[in-house]
């Protein structure tokens, strides 16, 4: 049997009595106390989530730009220094291998980089994928920086206040998806205004000697404004209120950027990259299933691969779905008839061979007041 990779974290998890669980082949917190108080902590204070199971890569050298624009659904040749972008990676028939972020950075006295985090499942094949298409033809350097690097993401209304006072770039500065290399608590620390949750925070990339120490100032930081670590579980609920994609729930190798609805993470005009003929094909393929939101009635959530019912007839898949804590009704993700994917169309879900009433209702099912 093989041993689960631990993060840089793990002992400070085991300490806070968090619940661990296998997690793509890494020992990761499901939840520390409940989902429910950390999912209201993240939404109304802060949230603190170890994510450094994350893939974490990087490309150097002078093609860096024009090879990743080869194999991803968004331009990133015109990205400036500091821009992240999320982006997707498609195989030849259009379906996804991954979502990811692509950052462009650059650190004094450095050529400017680029760097790409994808999810902790696909690590390995999206490494593969890369080394696939990487030829002697282009001059990039690519190295996987997982294993000596940790993410923090600190998530929620409070959370840049609790960070600001450790570190010594202005957060409130960076726009959305950007991020800037900055000393937190000593160390050195890229940190970029993304998350996974639909509130507003940051993620913190640094070293894994650092991660300690900078995890316990962050969650010290954090307790008199009610903030608290939080897991995987209160993760899930989060995103999923959020309507945030899921690799292998939403977003997978037999589904295509346009049925899951990605339209802006799609950039076909005078580009080439893998996937894309399939792709320009798909957005014109009227029967194509969309990805909807549906509301429940009652209190139980439908789970993945419940069916979506219309008169007596399989019209669709839930793909995920949960108990909303911050809506206090079951809400869920599904793939449907297009012609069927109008808000406020009542269907009903098979929940363990019993129909639940529910509506298509428009995504997110949540947003947060800016």
Avoid at 224 to 238: F, K, S
Wanted: net charge negative; hydrophobic share 40%; aromatic share 8%.
């Amino acid at each position: 049997m093989t041993a689960l990779a631990q993060t840089p974290l793990h002992d400070c998890h085991v300490a806070l009595g968090a619940r661990m669980v296998d997690f793509a082949g890494w020992s990761m917190p499901v939840q520390y106390s409940s989902i429910i108080d950390e999912h209201q902590a993240t939404r109304t204070a802060v949230g603190l989530f170890d994510v450094s199971h994350m893939g974490r890569f990087h490309f150097e050298g002078k093609d860096a730009g024009r090879f990743l624009d080869s194999l991803t659904t968004r331009s990133v040749m015109d990205m400036p220094v500091g821009r992240i972008r999320y982006s997707l990676i498609t195989n030849e028939a259009g379906g996804i291998l991954d979502d990811v972020l692509v950052y462009r950075l650059q650190k004094p006295e450095r050529d400017a980089f680029y760097a790409m985090v994808v999810n902790a499942s696909n690590r390995q094949k999206i490494a593969a994928w890369i080394n696939a298409h990487l030829d002697d033809s282009w001059d990039v350097q690519f190295s996987d920086k997982t294993i000596e690097t940790a993410m923090i993401a600190v998530q929620g209304p409070k959370a840049l206040s609790i960070v600001q006072p450790l570190i010594d770039v202005k957060l409130s500065e960076l726009k959305n998806y950007s991020g800037a290399f900055a000393n937190i608590c000593g160390a050195k620390v890229l940190a970029s205004r993304t998350g996974y949750t639909g509130e507003d925070g940051c993620e913190l990339i640094l070293m894994a000697g650092d991660a300690t120490v900078i995890w316990n100032q962050l969650l010290e930081a954090s307790k008199p404004v009610g903030g608290i670590a939080a897991g995987l579980g209160a993760r899930d609920t989060l995103r999923l209120e959020a309507a945030m994609p899921l690799y292998g729930h939403e977003l997978s190798e037999t589904i295509n950027p346009v049925q899951a609805g990605l339209d802006f993470a799609i950039n076909l005009k005078d580009r080439e990259f893998v996937g894309c003929q399939a792709i320009a094909g798909f957005k014109q393929d009227p029967t194509q299933p969309a990805r909807v939101g549906l509301e429940l009635s009652g209190r139980r959530a439908a789970r993945e691969h419940c069916s979506v019912i219309v008169d007596s007839q399989v019209v669709g898949e839930v793909t995920s779905g949960t108990f909303s804590p911050t809506l206090q009704r079951p809400i869920a993700m599904a793939y449907v008839n297009r012609k069927l994917a109008t808000p406020g169309l009542e269907v009903d879900v098979d929940i363990r061979g019993k129909k639940q009433a529910a509506t298509v209702v428009k995504l997110p099912f949540y947003e947060r007041k800016t």
